[in-house]
């Protein structure tokens, strides 16, 4: 079953990552207490909280016996175990986890790389953008093969693949990308907002 206890998150509200722990739990209606973080004036490397998160990023879980959880993925496939975001059948679970993983590894390094230098550090890392625009681009472009004829990444309903390629995506236009070009990454994501019981990334539920 979901987790439901007492638990707290160590959180950055522009942040993709941490809202898709955000959403799992508004989704799931997990009670938690939201903790603030400003990454820019360093509060992610300060001594208590390297102490919680030796990696120093958010999000971070900590759970009502003082265990803690980092990586926004693991989070949320820890908090929705059980849940219908969670394929049942092994092979759908799998296809889930490779979707997150290429998130990981593909996805998020360049959109959301690139939205982060736009709106934070466009003086010192403008330079970067040029490698990242063509890396988000070809990222964009597989997802929006996959949708074409499929409402979901995994399987008929909404999982956490979905959830974890949402966050920054829907948000890729503030690093510069035109998602005009991708109808059926467009129609998900409208398809995914309309859910019951979404939540916006400006939204904090629960705190």
């Known amino acids: ?53 030796p990696a120093g990023q958010i999000p971070l879980l900590v759970l009502d016996d003082g265990r803690t959880l980092s990586e926004s993925n693991a989070i949320i496939r820890y908090l929705a175990d059980g849940s219908d975001l969670v394929p049942r059948d092994p092979y759908d679970h799998a296809k889930m986890l490779q979707w997150q993983f290429w998130e990981q590894y593909r996805h998020e390094p360049a959109i959301a790389v690139a939205r982060f230098i736009v709106n934070y550090e466009a003086k010192g890392r403008a330079n970067e953008l040029a490698a990242l625009m063509p890396k ?33 995506t829907h948000v890729a236009e503030e690093g510069g990308f035109d998602l005009g070009d991708y109808p059926a990454v467009r129609a998900w994501l409208d398809r995914f907002a309309r859910r019951p019981g979404h939540i916006a990334i400006t939204d904090t539920p629960n705190t």
């Not at 959403?23 to 919680?52: K, N, P, S, Y």
């Not at 949708?147 to 949402?166: H, I, Q």
């Open 1 to 53: 079953m979901p987790y439901t206890g007492p638990m707290q998150l160590y959180d950055y509200l522009p942040s993709g990552n941490g809202y898709k722990v955000r959403w799992v739990c508004a989704q799931l209606g997990l009670d938690h207490a939201r903790c603030e973080v400003d990454i820019h004036a360093g509060e992610t490397h300060t001594e208590e909280f390297l102490a919680m998160n």
């Open 136 to 168: 988000g681009e070809a990222a964009l472009s597989v997802m929006e093969t996959h949708l074409s004829g499929r409402d979901w990444f995994v399987g008929r309903d909404c999982s956490l693949a979905d959830v974890s390629l949402y966050a920054y």
